[in-house]
């Protein structure tokens, strides 16, 4: 964020607390830098007039004049929450902070009772989300340079989880229910393309103004989007302005798939690939998490929009998309961070630690193979269509697990390479537990549902090696059976008291 707009954002932030006061520590939180850079905006603000007074002590801080604030608005409650809900409705969004603070000046512009009767309502309205929401520094990145039409340096990763690097000019935005798309010219392709902002893993603007361009032409797909009410378009003459206007077709492409497509890597994920490093300190709250070795901080993961900071690192700061990036590219990613600034005792500590692991026999599909099989009822047969898969006996209700490829078919919309060498446990009873305790070894996608509901959970043999994880990777398959077992199987399995476990052998 630029000085300006941080100054901005901070007497807004101010404003909104006004008369109470709001901690430094709070403040810096919210505008996303050091305490030490709020005390340096405040003795400016307060330098230049704004009447801020400090206050020591336990629940003191920061506080604006309450007589300091703007006129009141002519807005009355039902307009007020028309404006409240628009911008709710964009949280997720590019120009969504901009949104908020829009938000908070509305508010306290107004007169005093409809300010009030706006919050009561706005308390009972339910919105859900818009488009589909990308990661935040990366989309602000990307708005500022729509603001200004400049050029970016994309990295991009398209539906097949392939990475490109692109140079884009940035013209426009398109967001629907089927996406949100930064609309630009791609100087790779020669051509107008849209990027889904999801997919973009990381945005670095450059100094180069992008020549004018028609957003329309940019579009090889049409739908439902319009420009808002009220704006004038390009070739718009005085008769049409004010109008819905709808994007041109350019061809006879319907608009995008709606992609739900991911790999298996998320916020849980990297919290915990990086809180198992040694020495490492964790700090949580407000929705992320911060990781430092010593003093120096190497990564911050946001739950809100599932992303993490990772730095100092080889490539400088950098923010993933979890959703977009494998999971053995973020677990090597925090780890290059970490490395860069941990000591060199812990540092060797880790390696060894991981040269360990990596010696010990990983799962594999016959050691899966044999142990379900072993399991009373347990046969190996189609599930869907000709794709092979376990249930009991012949019936398909039974159906509990199945690999993914090579020797199955894809993983639901899971994205290469997570989807690799895996075993998916169609009916996973234990899946909110194992998904809070253990995501670093158990993951999901959305298409088996919730994470907070029993059903479909992923697991990478590759990751589990050893022994003991193994046994533990028995135990979670014996009650996906379990789950779909007769009575009458269960009772069998548990008075032969010698149900091998992976990795044994006859």
Request: hydrophobic share 40%; net charge neutral.
């Amino acid at each position: 964020m630029r000085r300006t707009d941080r100054l901005y954002a901070l007497v807004e932030e101010l404003r909104a607390r006004a008369p109470r006061p709001i901690s430094r520590v709070d403040l810096a939180d919210r505008l996303e830098v050091t305490p030490r850079t709020v005390e340096r905006d405040i003795l400016a603000l307060q330098q230049a007039g704004v009447p801020i007074w400090s206050q020591r002590g336990r629940g003191g801080g920061y506080a604006l004049d309450e007589a300091w604030s703007l006129p009141p608005l002519n807005f009355d409650a039902t307009e007020a929450l028309a404006v409240i809900a628009a911008l709710a409705t964009a949280r997720a969004m590019p120009f969504a902070e901009a949104g908020q603070r829009a938000q908070r000046k509305l508010l306290a512009a107004m007169a005093a009772g409809e300010a009030a009767k706006a919050k009561e309502v706005a308390a009972r309205v339910r919105l859900g989300r818009f488009g589909t929401p990308g990661a935040q520094r990366i989309v602000s990145e990307i708005e500022r340079a729509v603001v200004d039409r400049r050029v970016l340096e994309l990295e991009y990763r398209d539906r097949a989880g392939a990475s490109t690097a692109r140079v884009v000019e940035a013209h426009g935005l398109h967001i629907s229910s089927t996406g949100t798309y930064l609309i630009g010219w791609c100087r790779m392709r020669d051509a107008g393309r849209a990027f889904r902002l999801d997919r973009v893993v990381a945005a670095r603007p450059t100094e180069e103004i992008a020549p004018e361009r028609d957003v329309d032409a940019l579009l090889d797909w049409v739908d439902d989007a319009v420009a808002p009410h009220g704006i004038s378009l390009p070739g718009e003459d005085a008769g049409t302005r004010g109008e819905m206007v709808t994007t041109r077709p350019r061809s006879s492409w319907g608009p995008p798939r709606r992609a739900h497509d991911r790999t298996g890597a998320d916020a849980a994920f990297a919290r915990a690939v990086a809180g198992a490093l040694p020495g490492v300190d964790a700090r949580h709250g407000r929705g992320r998490s911060v990781f430092s070795a010593g003093s120096a901080r190497f990564a911050i993961v946001q739950d809100v929009d599932e992303t993490i900071m990772v730095a100092p690192g080889s490539d400088g700061e950098r923010v993933l998309l979890l959703p977009s990036v494998g999971r053995d590219e973020v677990r090597t990613a925090i780890e290059d961070a970490w490395v860069a600034v941990a000591p060199k005792r812990s540092v060797t500590m880790h390696r060894r630690r991981r040269d360990t692991e990596a010696a010990l026999a990983a799962a594999t599909q016959d050691d899966v193979r044999r142990f379900i099989l072993s399991l009373p009822g347990a046969t190996e047969g189609p599930i869907w269509g000709r794709d092979l898969g376990f249930l009991i006996g012949t019936e398909k209700r039974t159906r509990f697990a199945r690999f993914g490829p090579p020797e199955g078919g894809r993983v639901g919309n899971l994205l290469p390479p997570d989807d690799e060498n895996t075993l998916v446990l169609l009916r996973c009873p234990q899946k909110p537990a194992l998904l809070a305790a253990r995501p670093d070894r158990y993951f999901t996608s959305p298409h088996y549902g919730p994470p907070d509901e029993p059903g479909g959970v992923i697991v990478r043999l590759d990751e589990h090696r050893g022994a003991a994880a193994l046994s533990e990777l028995a135990e979670v398959i014996e009650d996906a059976w379990r789950d779909v077992a007769p009575p009458q199987l269960q009772a069998r399995l548990d008075t032969e008291r010698r149900a091998p476990r992976l990795g044994s052998h006859p």
